[in-house]
């Protein structure tokens, strides 16, 4: 894999986490939402459609040849967050706090840096 795949695969992997996780300012407060956290407000279909979502993310990092360590991690944030998702208020508030997707983001980049 060459550098620009790898660097493109980064670039889509940040893409995604921002979608989901923080495209939209909340006016007047320094806090950022996105699809995955107006997707949390729908009951269990929502939690279920934002991991799979959120898979993207892992995809990229087993394309790039990640290893397993790696996307167990970013496994274990989909999980916790699909956990607590399930809990009404507590999961919609995990949806704006908690950020898997940029975690997971990051963690790729760790991983190839």
Same mark, same amino acid.
């Given at each position: ?32 939402? %996105?699809? =995955?956290? #107006? +997707? &949390?407000?729908? @009951? *269990?279909? !929502? /939690? ?30 989909? %999980?916790? =967050?699909? #956990? +607590? &998702?399930?809990? @009404? *208020?507590? !999961? /919609? ?21």
């Amino acid at each position: 894999m060459t550098q620009h795949d790898t660097e493109e695969r980064l670039r889509r992997s940040w893409q995604l986490a921002n979608l989901l996780d923080g495209i939209w300012t909340i006016p007047f407060t320094p806090w950022k939402v %996105g699809i =995955d956290a #107006l +997707l &949390g407000l729908l @009951p *269990v279909a !929502g /939690d279920f459609l934002s991991a799979l979502l959120a898979l993207g993310i892992v995809w990229q990092a087993h394309k790039l040849g990640a290893p397993k360590s790696v996307k167990i991690k970013m496994l274990a944030n989909i %999980g916790l =967050d699909f #956990l +607590l &998702g399930s809990v @009404p *208020v507590i !999961g /919609d508030i995990a949806d704006v706090a908690f950020r898997k997707n940029q975690r997971n983001a990051a963690l790729l980049e760790k991983w190839v840096k």
